[in-house]
T-cell receptor, first 111, second 114 residues
Framework: GENVEQHPSTLSVQEGDSAVIKCTYS??????FPWYKQELGKRPQLIID???NVGEKKDQRIAVTLNKTAKHFSLHITETQPEDSAVYFC??????????WGAGTKLIIKP | DGGITQSPKYLFRKEGQNVTLSCEQN?????MYWYRQDPGQGLRLIYY???????QKGDIAEGYSVSREKKESFPLTVTSAQKNPTAFYLC?????????????FGSGTRLTVV
């Protein structure tokens, strides 16, 4: 079955710097890759997603890149701000009920 | 809660007791899901339902039960057979099960065994 590995488990960056979180997946048939942000004690919320027919997608300060050959995808956050502090989860799926989640990355923005 | 409501927010269970967590959505979504989240860990799928009166086990269904009698509602019962139920429980819904539909999550229920 599908397996998603996410790295690093914790990432600490200076405010204003960029942050990159990486995920790898095992099932080459996976075709949808969402990223969710979960603030402490709150529900996860979708922040960006990408489908397998696209290599990169941007939305203001966040972007996701996908390398299908290597089976990995990454979340990039530029000009980090204190409100970016949260746990970020990647996921991969062939269909929604087979959404397989990474273990999460705790992003800490240092002032 | 953005169209999906979980209640209660906090729940305390005594040993040997069954408890039911509520999940209601008004988004007209077909698919609904229950996840368990333990401290510092990712999401693990308990049960999912693609349509009314149908549901499937996820990765950690033992000790849990669900029903889907209405499109809007997907309650989760944590039975006494679940030996370590203390966790944060998240309900989610999506338009369908084809890829490309994001999940909307409820605000969660924190269950504690006392």
């Amino acid at each position: 079955g599908e397996n998603v590995e996410q790295h690093p488990s914790t990432l600490s960056v200076q405010e204003g710097d960029s942050a990159v979180i990486k995920c790898t997946y095992s099932d080459s048939a996976s075709n949808y890759f969402p990223w969710y942000k979960q603030e402490l004690g709150k529900r996860p919320q979708l922040i960006i997603d990408i489908r397998s027919n696209v290599g990169e997608k941007k939305d203001q300060r966040i972007a996701v890149t996908l390398n299908k050959t290597a089976k990995h995808f990454s979340l990039h956050i530029t000009e980090t701000q204190p409100e970016d502090s949260a746990v970020y989860f990647c996921a991969a799926s062939k269909s929604n009920y087979q959404l397989i989640w990474g273990a999460g990355t705790k992003l800490i923005i240092k002032p | 809660d953005g169209g999906i409501t979980q209640s209660p927010k906090y729940l305390f269970r005594k040993e040997g007791q069954n408890v039911t967590l509520s999940c209601e959505q008004n988004l007209n979504h077909d698919a609904m899901y229950w996840y368990r989240q333990d401290p510092g860990q990712g999401l693990r799928l308990i049960y999912y339902s693609q349509i009314v009166n149908d549901f499937q086990k996820g990765d950690i269904a033992e000790g849990y039960s669900v029903s889907r009698e209405k499109k809007e509602s997907f309650p989760l019962t944590v039975t006494s057979a679940q030996k370590n139920p203390t966790a944060f429980y998240l309900c989610a819904s999506s338009i369908g099960t084809a890829p490309g539909y994001g999940y909307t999550f409820g605000s969660g229920t924190r269950l504690t065994v006392v």
